[in-house]
C-alpha cells in the first residue's frame, strides 16, 4: 500500500503560526542544521527567563530527546510529598466491532 501512495517529498515555504522575526529566523537555521546561525544564540537570549506559573499551571518544556523528558519526568515524581499518594483501580475492557478487520481481536 505504501508503494503505491505515491508519496512525494515537499518543501514548505510560508509560515502560518507566527510572524516573529526572530523564531523564523532561528528555525529555518535548525532545519538547515547551522547551528552557528546567530539567530539561534540572540533567540535563546531572548527567551531565557523563568516563566510565571499562572492559575496553578506550570510552563511546559520542551525536549528534544526522550531520554531528556523521562529525567525531568523523574525529578517531578521524586519531589511530590508522598503523603498525598493516592492508589486508583481500573479495569479496561475492548469490545470488537463486528465489521472490524480480521486481524483485529479482543483475545489476550
Known amino acids: 500500500a505504501w508503494r503505491k501512495a505515491n508519496l512525494q517529498v515537499m518543501h514548505l515555504s510560508v509560515v502560518h503560526r507566527t510572524r516573529e522575526p526572530l523564531l523564523l529566523d532561528a528555525l529555518t537555521a535548525m532545519r538547515k542544521g547551522d547551528q552557528n546561525d546567530s539567530s539561534i544564540g540572540r533567540l535563546i537570549a531572548a527567551t531565557s527567563r523563568p516563566l510565571p506559573v499562572r492559575d496553578g499551571i506550570q510552563p ?21 510529598d508522598s503523603s498525598t499518594r493516592q492508589i486508583f483501580s481500573a479495569h479496561d475492557s475492548v469490545v470488537v466491532h463486528k465489521d472490524a478487520p480480521p486481524w483485529i481481536t479482543d483475545k489476550k
Do not use: A, F, G
Open 60 to 80: 511546559t518544556t520542551l525536549y528534544p530527546l526522550r531520554k531528556c523528558v523521562q529525567n525531568e519526568n523523574d525529578s517531578k515524581l521524586k519531589s511530590l
